[in-house]
């Protein structure tokens, strides 16, 4: 496994620490690499601009191709994570469902430029690709700039300690939208299924929960879970409101033995982005499940999951 900070090795996984931007430093830490089959690539820089965006991201996976390709005799597949930024989810109201074969976008984008790259460089190769798009991810990892379970959790945490009651922090037009998510361990699974079944070659796949929810139902659910009360929706930065919180998680850390500090957890910037979309956000998911993906996830299950996860690695506390 390559990352950019390392990791700690185990039996099953090697971790290399390689700075991804930096040919140099790929060629030497991953041209040893000859057994590799597959590459799952997920890495991600980011910058300013979307315009900005682009010749880092696109780097790294040219850097990572140039490296291990010519050493891989075996290679099979190469998996790149992509999101709903091929549709223009991220510029405003979009088509919905968006589909795989919906038309492109102006650019600049960075995931599109990635899957250009690796259509031209497959070309009369032996190895396949594939470009998996979830929706907004739900996850417990933590040092994540897209976590969005965690933003509400660590939100809904902080504001229970405060005695107040937990408010939708995003945009009025946000609350009563259609959304969907993509559980992390079913993208994991999806994300394989795609890589190791040759029907799949050279295709992109939309990987969703397979349900749609408004907050405006689903917000007050959240509150019922952390035992609170729920209050109107008011619009507030999250990057704002939440930045002198650090001296308050710091007690709650000491009073209940929590195992990480607030800068590892909080992803404000990104709950201030998803819950800012006062436009449908979804896509069609029936493409993967046609060709034999028929896993699927129940959204409002898949938050309680998580939570409950959350508690037990003790990232959040189990009471208040």
């Not at 430029?113 to 259509?119: I, T």
């Not at 907004?136 to 379970?149: D, F, I, K």
């Not at 300690?161 to 959304?179: E, S, T």
């Amino acid at each position: 496994m390559v990352c950019p900070e390392g990791g700690t090795s185990t039996k099953k996984i090697r971790y290399i620490a390689v700075d991804l931007v930096d040919p140099a430093s790929c060629i030497a830490q991953l041209s040893s690499l000859s057994d590799v089959t597959h590459i799952f690539y997920a890495a991600y820089q980011d910058r300013a601009s979307w315009a900005e965006l682009v010749e880092p991201n696109l780097a790294m996976l040219v850097n990572v191709l140039t490296a291990i390709e010519p050493v891989a005799a075996n290679l099979e597949h190469v998996s790149l994570m992509q999101g709903y930024k091929v549709y223009g989810a991220h510029l405003g109201p979009f088509k919905t469902p968006a589909k795989e074969s919906d038309a492109g976008h102006m650019p600049p984008e960075f995931n599109v430029d990635q899957q250009n790259f690796l259509e031209k460089q497959q070309v009369n190769k032996r190895w396949t690709w594939s470009a998996i798009r979830p929706s907004v991810v739900g996850g417990t990892s933590t040092g994540n700039p897209m976590n969005l379970a965690m933003v509400i959790a660590v939100f809904a945490t902080i504001s229970k300690k405060l005695g107040i009651p937990l408010r939708f922090p995003g945009k009025l037009g946000a609350y009563d939208k259609l959304m969907e998510m993509t559980d992390a361990g079913l993208l994991a699974k999806a994300t394989v299924w795609a890589a190791t079944n040759p029907q799949c070659a050279n295709q992109a796949f939309n990987i969703n929960n397979g349900d749609l929810f408004r907050w405006n139902e689903l917000w007050p659910k959240i509150a019922v879970y952390f035992n609170m009360e729920v209050a109107a929706p008011l619009q507030m930065p999250l990057q704002t409101v939440m930045a002198d919180k650090e001296e308050l998680w710091k007690s709650l850390q000491e009073e209940h033995g929590l195992n990480y500090n607030y800068k590892d957890l909080s992803s404000w910037a990104f709950g201030d982005f998803v819950f800012s979309w006062d436009y449908d956000f979804f896509a069609d998911g029936t493409k993967a499940r046609r060709m034999g993906f028929h896993e699927f996830i129940d959204t409002e299950k898949m938050f309680y999951d998580l939570f409950d996860e959350m508690r037990r690695k003790k990232i959040i506390p189990k009471t208040i």
